[in-house]
């Protein structure tokens, strides 16, 4: 096998080009820093990139399937609220709980029903219900501290720990399995793909495509409410503005990790290799004294050249495969005409000696 050869398939897996960033800004970053490779620096950023991670996670189902989702950060914040509203009204930790992914769920309702049904552009619809979340956040949090619960098991969620790994990371974990699990190995995940790639195809091949996108924004607000109570339980306060911001960095860390968004291409662990280099240059950048404020701009740049350069990658590989595709035909046609050729003074020869047999 080639070189080529070789380079293209490698380059043909989706989300390398991120991996690959991930590793080296790990490496620059250590050599940069002593502090970087610590056990409290590690343990920071991975607590530091879960909501992302989480949000990331159900942004890379409306992605796929071809849609947009602004609102996961007010309904975040919002989520972070109603948790704590009810907990500190003297409400049970499952109520708490039920009352932010509930919260969530709404949310998903809201831009399920507008988008998939209305058909009214998911850009429009969830810039509305990101105002009305952030609006509804600054309501709840004016002229009341949302602060002081005092519950060991509402805490734990985040800062306990499971066989020595935090609450926070395992339970993360076992959401980001169960979403790749049912993205790829379930009809309902398969089914999504096909929508996002042709959405006309896959309705005349009788898909409820109105249905599975209403479905596709509720899981997206679902997640958002479950990433608010974990942020409640991290913080154990919420202040106005809270979640501000989480939905371009789910975006751009989806998009880092090679979900398209044109739809019908990308996988939920490639969005969180995404949401671990954001989060990796952002715990970098602060340790080697760059202002947090560079963040923004260095977020916005990654999305820029991700985007481009996943371009880059996929047009060299389709024209590598094409190539090779053209190569092998003209060899299959050679192999052909030659074949041809070599039985041709056989079938003289047979001819001839049929002749002298006469």
Same mark, same amino acid.
């Given at each position: ?87 500190? !009204? ?107 790639? !042709? ?156 002749? !002298?047999?006469?």
């Amino acid at each position: 096998m080639s070189v080529r050869t070789r380079l293209t398939q490698t380059l043909a897996i989706d989300g390398l080009p991120v991996a690959a960033a991930l590793a080296l800004a790990v490496v620059f970053f250590s050599l940069a820093s002593p502090f970087f490779l610590t056990q409290e620096n590690i343990s920071n950023l991975l607590t530091q990139s879960l909501f992302v991670i989480i949000l990331a996670a159900g942004m890379t189902f409306v992605l796929i399937v071809g849609g947009f989702d602004l609102s996961v950060g007010a309904a975040t914040g919002l989520s972070a609220a109603t948790t704590m509203l009810v907990l500190m !009204n003297g409400g049970a930790l499952p109520l708490g709980i039920l009352a932010g992914i509930a919260t969530g769920m709404a949310f998903g309702i809201i831009n399920g029903f507008f988008i998939a049904v209305m058909e009214i552009n998911a850009f429009i619809v969830t810039l509305a219900t990101l105002s009305i979340g952030a609006g509804a956040l600054q309501v709840l949090t004016t002229g009341t501290q949302l602060t002081g619960v005092s519950l060991p098991a509402f805490a734990w969620l985040t800062k306990g720990s499971i066989l020595g790994i935090p609450t926070g990371v395992v339970i993360t974990l076992v959401i980001v399995a169960a979403l790749e699990w049912v993205l790829l190995f379930t009809t309902f995940g398969r089914t999504i793909f096909a929508v996002g790639t !042709n959405p006309r195809a896959a309705f005349l091949a009788g898909t409820p495509v109105r249905r599975l996108t209403f479905s596709v924004y509720l899981l997206s607000g679902t997640i958002a409410g479950l990433a608010g109570v974990l942020l409640a339980s991290h913080l154990n306060s919420v202040q106005p503005g809270l979640g501000q911001g989480y939905e371009l960095s789910a975006i751009a860390a989806a998009v880092l990790g090679g979900v398209s968004l044109a739809g019908g291409r990308g996988s939920v662990w490639r969005a969180v290799i995404g949401a671990l280099f954001l989060a990796t240059m952002a715990q970098g950048l602060q340790l080697i004294g760059v202002d947090p404020l560079w963040f923004s701009i260095v977020t916005g740049a990654s999305i820029v050249i991700a985007v481009a350069f996943d371009r880059a990658v996929q047009q060299w590989v389709i024209k590598q495969l094409a190539a090779a595709t053209t190569k092998r035909q003209i060899f299959d046609d050679s192999d052909a005409s030659a074949s041809v050729s070599a039985d041709a003074p056989t079938t003289s020869a047979t001819r001839s000696s049929v002749r !002298n047999t006469k």
